[in-house]
């Protein structure tokens, strides 16, 4: 029993392929269209879209281009080839600006470009570009129904641009370029304000300043213990309660006393 059906699935499987291959290799604009339909419905999208990408530009400026047009781009959007469903999204948004499916096509055309930004340790190109494309939908739509959704998918890029810049800035640091750490750690607090990392970002600015002040050279010594000092009793006003408050009171109490050497009465 089971055996013939596995026969019967297999000889439909192939009587199926036969038709699609018959339909593709066919000079019928109208079958393609017909089966292509079907396929996309029963989502087997790579091959409505081989069908779709045949006769796409047959059907420009006739009545099913339009439907075409989305179905093509939604094709690829379901294979995850987000580089082209992107692009045919936002052709199909230049096409019909009043189309129904407008709206729609523009958010998935943006959560495109989401899906290809890369982790955060890598170059952010893409990331920058998504987060762009978002918030042009979330302008152009400020009440639609993907609002939620498009929102917290910039929220999700903006924390990537966040820890590649935190990243940076730590990695100075670990590399002992002191004045470097605490530029790029100054930068990142001024372009994150909100930053979840702010208390992070604001104890190694400091523990980059210790370094920098306890390893200078005489003459400038004291400036840079001074300087440090400043940016603990910020980090200490701004987080009292950090996890990383007993470390910093320590490097605090350590640039306290050589910072005695230098108040002796003359």
Do not use: W
């Not at 940076?168 to 670990?174: N, P």
């Not at 300087?227 to 306290?256: I, T, V, W």
């Amino acid at each position: 029993m089971k055996k013939g059906l596995y026969i019967l699935l297999v000889t439909l499987l192939l009587v199926s392929c036969s038709d699609f291959q018959k339909v593709l290799k066919s000079e019928d604009s109208a079958e393609k269209f017909k089966m292509g339909i079907e396929l996309f419905e029963a989502e087997k999208y790579s091959k409505a879209y081989r069908l779709f990408d045949q006769i796409l530009p047959k059907y420009r400026g006739k009545p099913q281009a339009e439907k075409l047009t989305f179905m093509h781009a939604m094709c690829s959007y379901k294979m995850k080839d987000y580089y082209f469903s992107s692009y045919h999204f936002d052709k199909f948004k230049d096409l019909y600006p009043q189309s129904e499916k407008a709206e729609e096509a523009m958010f998935l055309a943006a959560k495109g470009y989401y899906f290809n930004s890369p982790v955060y340790s890598k170059e952010q190109k893409e990331t920058v570009e998504a987060i762009e494309k978002l918030q042009l939908f979330v302008n152009a739509y400020p009440t639609s129904s993907y609002l939620s959704e498009a929102n917290k998918l910039i929220k999700e890029l903006d924390y990537k641009l966040e820890k590649k810049a935190y990243e940076i800035a730590k990695q100075y640091d670990l590399i002992r370029d002191y004045k470097a750490s605490i530029k790029s750690f100054n930068n990142f607090l001024l372009d994150f304000p909100g930053t979840s990392l702010r208390d992070d970002a604001m104890f190694y600015r400091f523990d980059a300043a210790y370094n920098l002040a306890v390893n200078s050279i005489e003459q400038l010594k004291k400036e840079r213990i001074e300087d440090a000092l400043g940016y603990y009793n910020a980090f200490k006003k701004a987080y009292p309660s950090s996890g990383h408050m007993d470390d910093a009171k320590q490097r605090e109490s350590e640039l306290q006393e050589q910072l005695k050497l230098y108040s002796t009465t003359k």
